[in-house]
């Protein structure tokens, strides 16, 4: 049954945001009641029922989730559900989502609050998987729901490489994307190699939407200046929960708080709060599927309930990256997050687009890719703020172009088969029944 979900603009205040919240909770709670593992967790206690009761809700872990795999957090019956998931699997065992169509209205309004806004006229390049995960799928379900054309790119078949997705960007206007930081820098590196200019031979492009891996703000500046200027909108979710937080004018990430409770999680101490520096725990208020109640994404995230400029009197966040991501190098903890600041800090006419680093005991190895006119003093330039900034032992390496992303993975037109049984005299048979 279709219900009314809120939108931005509905309160006018802290305080009001919060009883929308307190509003939502018994509901919330009641569904998550019907999946098998909330009904275990409470069987024999007293189980939470009401908004107050929400204070004493334990925190649910992946771990809980990867335990249930692949149907004990189901809380409605499988007839309901239109969606399957199941997340990447980055660290170890994946986690299985599922969600009914009014979940996924839910799901599509939240990924279409995009301060460029979605429109019928845009044509919207998705450029991420289409597979288990849920973000290809949810950037089509937000396109759709806007009246957008939706060009489903994928970033994992054979059939659209990136050669192909140049010629798509070029050729149909494509006006949005979709992708992750790095694939907004390997688009433009197969832009280059098309004899193309990112900055000046694609007029129609007037956002790129990206998610999926920590974006600082040096490397967001660098990705809009490649594409000559325009918008790198960041957002931050998971194959779990959908969208939870969008980029707003000012450039902050703003979390939504009037679809679900946020809280910040301290593993040290077990203690919660709704700001600081901890674990990201996430409770939806619009899903009947798979109700979470406290669930931790494991995120290490900054969170600040200052007035932002843009007046959508939300909580703000910074994602730091998942927990444990710290490498140890001497007496120094050494960060992707950091490290990105600084290569990403170099000028932007040294090219410097791809780079890699291994953090031993001792020292820190770091590898980038830039032309050789530059290339020295890249690599002088960046030891002089490894040393300023992070004090420790370092070996670094300018590499040619092409070193660590070939150009055969910027230019080739790969060769998508499928299944044949009768070949002429003159063909290769070998390729019988094979599809790439």
């Known amino acids: 049954m279709s ?12 305080a009001e945001l919060a009883e929308l919240q307190r509003s939502q909770l018994p509901r919330v709670l009641a569904q998550a009641l019907r999946s098998p593992f909330y009904a275990a967790r409470y069987r024999g206690t007293t189980p939470p029922r009401t908004a107050d009761d929400f204070a004493g809700v334990e ?23 239109a969606t399957y998931h199941e997340s990447s699997g980055t660290a170890g065992e994946p986690t299985a989502s599922y969600y009914t169509e009014e979940d996924w209205t839910d ?22 998987p289409y597979g288990l995960v849920i973000t290809g799928h949810l950037a089509q379900a937000a396109g759709r729901l806007r009246g957008a054309t939706v060009v489903p790119g994928d970033a994992r078949s054979l059939a659209t490489p990136l050669s192909r997705m140049v010629r798509v960007l070029k050729t149909l206007d494509v006006t949005l994307t979709w992708c992750n930081p790095t694939e907004i820098t390997m688009l433009a590196a197969a832009a280059k190699a098309a004899g193309l200019r990112p900055d000046q031979d694609f007029p129609h492009l007037r956002a790129m939407f990206t998610a999926a891996e920590p974006l600082t703000e040096v490397r967001r500046r660098r990705l809009s ?36 409770i946020f809280e910040v999680y301290d ?9 600081g520096r901890g674990q990201m725990v996430v409770t939806p208020l619009y899903r009947d599927a798979m109700p979470l109640l406290r669930y931790n994404l494991a995120d290490d995230v900054e969170v600040s309930t200052d007035p932002c400029g843009c007046g959508w009197l939300l909580p703000t966040v910074t994602v730091l990256g998942r927990a444990g991501t710290g490498h140890r190098i001497g007496p120094a903890t050494v960060t ?45 330039e960046l030891g002089a703020a490894l040393d ?49």
């Open 3 to 14: 219900r009314s979900r809120p939108e931005l603009g509905d309160w006018s205040s802290p």
């Open 59 to 81: 925190v649910t872990a992946k771990q809980d989730l990867r335990d249930q795999y692949p149907f004990g957090m189901l809380a409605v019956g499988r007839e309901h559900l």
């Open 107 to 128: 799901l599509a309004e939240r990924f279409a609050r995009k301060w460029t806004g979605i429109h019928p006229s845009d044509t919207f390049l998705v450029r991420t």
């Open 225 to 260: 200046e490649i594409w000559g200027g325009i918008p790198v909108v960041e957002e931050y979710g998971s194959t779990e929960t959908g969208t939870i937080a969008g980029q707003c004018p000012e450039g902050r990430m703003h979390l939504w708080a009037d679809r679900a």
């Open 267 to 275: 593993p040290r101490t077990g203690t919660l709060s709704e700001a």
């Open 336 to 380: 992707q997050q950091r490290l990105e600041e600084l290569v990403f800090s170099l000028p932007a006419a040294y090219e410097v687009m791809f780079w890699r680093a291994k953090a031993h005991p001792d020292v820190l190895e770091l590898e980038f890719e830039a032309p050789e006119p530059v290339r020295q003093r890249a690599v002088k």
């Open 388 to 436: 300023r900034e992070l004090g420790v032992p370092h070996r670094i390496t300018g590499l040619a172009p092409g070193t660590l992303v070939p150009a055969e993975a910027l230019t080739a037109q790969r060769d998508i088969l499928k299944a044949r049984y009768l070949f002429a005299e003159d063909e290769d048979w070998d390729k019988a029944v094979m599809y790439f």
